[in-house]
Antibody, heavy 120, light 112 residues
């Protein structure tokens, strides 16, 4: 059974660093890619970046200078780390599995998300 | 970045009514490899997004066949043939042809 679960702080102080863990089960991080997507309250979805199954990463340039994605395959975990948080980083952060199907590019499973508030 | 414009922003439907949602892209989503990476997702209230349609018209496993997708290049449509109560939520289109991956602004479906 495929599952993704995000864990992280509810509250982060302004200018501090956010760290979120996505723990997956039912599949291997060496077979599937995992992406990060965020959603500010009442707003739409924003792609942040990806951890490729081969160990590489890709980032949305809107975050590139302050976002880092890494993984620990032995623990089936993908990590998001973002520094210099501002109030507009308040959002629900999701991890999602990217199913590799030839000719397609989509996320077939999502975590339930973790809501992070940036406070001054 | 590719901008995906969804219309209408809000849709009110009765049970059994058929509705369509439009997603227009600021650039063609036809990739140089011949594929079009346009998907549709539904986010029910309080839930995570779920995949409905991938690659324009392929219905994800487990998704009712009242959902269908069509379109090409810059114009895409999601159709629900006979809305049911469980279909309420926000529908998003999503493109993965051009980096960065982007989402539409969403269409909220309300049930009358």
């Amino acid at each position: 059974q495929v599952q993704l679960k995000e864990t992280g702080p509810d509250l982060v102080q302004l200018t501090q660093t956010l760290s979120i863990t996505c723990t997956v089960s039912g599949f291997s991080l060496t077979t599937y890619n995992v992406h990060w997507v965020r959603q500010p309250p009442g707003k739409g979805l924003e792609w942040m970046g990806a951890m490729w199954n081969g160990g590489g990463t890709d980032y949305n340039s809107a975050f590139k200078s302050r976002l880092s994605i890494s993984r620990d395959t032995s623990k089936s975990q993908v990590f998001l780390k973002m520094n210099s948080l501002q109030t507009d980083d308040t959002a629900k952060y999701f991890c999602a599995r990217h199913r590799l199907v030839y000719g397609s590019y989509f996320f077939d499973y999502w975590g339930q998300g973790v809501m992070v508030t940036v406070s001054s | 970045d590719v901008v995906l414009t969804q219309t209408p922003p809000t849709l009110s439907a009765t049970i059994g009514q058929s509705v369509s949602i439009s997603c227009r892209s600021s650039q063609s989503l036809l990739d140089s490899d011949g594929d079009t990476y346009l998907n549709w997702l539904l986010q029910r209230p309080g839930q995570s997004p779920q995949l409905l349609i991938y690659s324009v018209s392929n219905v994800e496993s487990g998704v009712p066949n009242r959902f269908s997708g069509s379109g090409s290049e810059t114009d895409f449509t999601l159709k629900i043939s006979g809305v049911e109560a469980e279909d309420l939520g926000v529908y998003y289109c999503m493109q993965a042809t051009h980096a960065p991956l982007t989402f539409g602004s969403g269409t909220k479906l309300e049930i009358k």
